[in-house]
């Protein structure tokens, strides 16, 4: 196993994004759990809505900062990876993460554990992950409330996903909350790799569709989603948004604006 510590990166209006590929992402999640008792790991998954909005939100910048892997979430972002770094590049949609570490699994054995989502989309999502891998092992899950864990329920949850013991935590609470969740245990659940999974609870768990291949290729299966049940959630979200994005970046391409990244270590 060899771990690849010079990725290229570029930054899109602050925060860094790595041209990884999925060779990349096992290697990096097999070397973090060599050692369960350290702190855990993150992997960000960025896309022009969550470029947006730590543009604007410190807090969210500095976490993406400080994940142990930040990869694009949308070909328009791989493709310019591809381009100016010269070097492979994968698309890191969570969707396509779960399924390839759920893959690898039937070598590695990774152990799963799913947070996030009302029960009945999270139970719906562990049937489709077994039926799709029937190696796979979910350790457990959990469907959390809408409102904010006391102090003692969340330290309740903390021993019971560590007692289970985990490899992959998938947390699916959207963005940014999801973000704040994993930046708030990452040093409280021990020796596991947390992927902020978004809308994949509702596409494994049968809320809705995703994509076919052909659209998310192209790069527009943002707009493909815009116009699904959720348009009144999302419209926000894939119109004035990306037009910000768009705006931003290019400030940045003139060198009329350029918000510099930050260069933040988690200590581990």
């Known amino acids: 196993m060899q771990v690849r510590k010079d990725l290229a990166k570029y930054n899109f209006i602050g925060t860094e994004i790595a041209a990884v590929t999925y060779d990349d992402l096992i290697n990096y999640v097999n070397w973090w759990l060599k050692n369960k008792e350290t702190r855990s790991h993150h992997i960000a998954v960025i896309n022009a809505y969550c470029a947006t909005l730590a543009y604007t939100n410190e807090r969210l910048a500095e976490i993406y900062s400080k994940a142990d892997l930040v990869g694009p979430d949308g070909m328009p972002f791989v493709y310019w990876l591809r381009m100016v770094s010269g070097r492979a590049c994968d698309q ?3 969707s396509s993460i779960v399924l390839r570490l759920a893959e690898e699994s039937a070598q590695t054995h990774y152990r799963f554990y799913l947070y996030g989502g009302d029960k009945e989309v999270v139970i719906k999502m562990k049937r ?13 899950f959990k469907s959390p409330p809408f409102r904010p864990l006391t102090s003692d329920e969340d330290k309740k949850v903390c021993e019971e996903i560590n007692a289970l ?3 992959i935590i998938c947390v699916g609470l959207g963005t940014p909350k999801q973000d704040y969740w994993i930046d708030d245990h990452i040093t409280k659940i021990y020796g596991a790799v947390f992927i902020p999974c978004g809308a994949v609870f509702d596409f494994f768990g049968g809320r809705i569709k995703r994509a076919p291949d052909i659209i998310s290729k192209l790069g527009i299966e943002w707009l493909y989603r815009l116009f699904g049940k959720d348009f009144k959630r999302l ?6 948004m990306n037009i910000i994005f768009l705006w931003f970046f290019a400030l940045q391409l003139l060198g009329l604006k350029v918000n510099k990244s930050q260069t933040l270590i988690r200590p581990e």
């Open 92 to 94: 890191f949609d969570a």
């Open 128 to 140: 489709k992950l077994e039926n799709l891998f029937p190696h796979i092992k979910i350790v457990g």
């Open 165 to 167: 013991k985990p490899d």
């Open 235 to 240: 419209w926000y979200r894939y119109t004035v």
